[in-house]
């Protein structure tokens, strides 16, 4: 009967921790916040959706586009290619699964769609009206 018990328990802190995903494509569950795995460099490694082929050709033809998410709410974005790079400074906000980012110097926010975020994974979609849907992969750089 305590077998029983046990095992009831197990199955419905299981269930309970799988309803609770916060991301689309998950993880289903992390001991660290989310703010915690954003923060870092990310490399976009690839676009899925309309439109991506265009986008893959420019990392094909060896561009490489980043984020720099710190802890404090600002980072940078940007891209090199060759020993040309380009930077902009950026403030960011996570609110549940939205992802807001300001640019500086201009009046530029965006608003992101986490679909997945793990210590590693990062993969979200830029929201607004007459946006095709796109999903933007990112790893994150050691």
Request: glycine letters at 8%; aromatic letters at 14%; hydrophobic letters at 40%.
């Amino acid at each position: 009967m305590k077998d029983l018990k046990f095992a009831l328990i197990c199955l419905i802190i299981v269930l309970a921790m799988s309803s609770c995903n916060r991301f689309d494509e998950g993880p289903a569950f992390s001991l660290l916040s989310a703010k915690s795995r954003l923060t870092g460099d990310w490399e976009i490694v690839d676009f899925v959706g309309p439109d991506a082929e265009d986008y893959l050709d420019y990392l094909n033809d060896g561009y490489e586009w980043f984020f720099e998410f710190e802890k404090g709410g600002d980072g940078e974005f940007g891209y090199r290619y060759g020993s040309l790079q380009y930077s902009n400074l950026i403030e960011w906000e996570l609110d549940e699964d939205e992802l807001e980012i300001s640019f500086a110097g201009n009046d530029i926010s965006q608003t992101w769609e986490i679909q997945r975020l793990t210590n590693k994974e990062l993969e979200m979609q830029l929201k607004g009206e007459g946006v095709d849907i796109m999903t933007w992969v990112f790893e994150k750089e050691d």
